[in-house]
């Protein structure tokens, strides 16, 4: 019974708090409307955090929590819905002032991410070129040797 509440999630997660957004992002993209564009933005957003923290309770309260997938759908539809604009709502009240208020810090964690990505990258290739051509060397002369 648990998978096909599950299931039955998954599928309106998909049809209408993914496929519908995107399409209707798309209409507002072609027509240029900043109003839609606005709006888009602010329930992409939501809809990336929600599903952020959708990984975490599903972990904790899928098994435990009565409707807890009717209640993820009902939200959905909440975030969606142009009558209840429950996306710009969380955006405005919730969203914008915590990242305004952490957004030094969120941009220098995420500068300081970038440069260590960067040369461990740099670090791994140089090692594993090193490492080749050791490999190759140590063929060589064993090749030389024979």
């Not at 995107?22 to 990336?48: C, H, N, P």
């Not at 009558?83 to 208020?101: I, M, N």
């Not at 957004?103 to 960067?118: A, C, F, H, L, V």
Request: with cysteine; proline share 3%.
């Amino acid at each position: 019974m648990f998978h096909v509440f599950c299931l039955g999630f998954l599928c309106c997660s998909m049809v209408f708090g993914i496929l519908l957004p995107v399409y209707e992002s798309y209409k507002a993209v072609k027509t240029k409307d900043v109003r839609q564009y606005l709006r888009w933005m602010m329930y992409w957003i939501v809809f990336g955090l929600f599903m952020c923290a959708e990984t975490f309770t599903d972990i904790f309260l899928g098994f435990w929590f009565p409707f807890y997938y009717e209640i993820k759908v009902a939200a959905v539809f909440w975030l969606l819905s142009p009558t209840t604009k429950g996306s710009s709502f969380l955006y405005r009240k919730f969203v914008h002032p915590a990242f305004e208020k952490r957004e030094p810090e969120i941009d220098e964690m995420i500068s300081q991410t970038k440069e260590r990505g960067y040369n461990t990258i740099v670090n791994f290739g140089s090692r594993s070129v090193a490492y080749a051509t050791q490999v190759i060397l140590q063929t060589a002369v064993k090749c030389l040797k024979t």
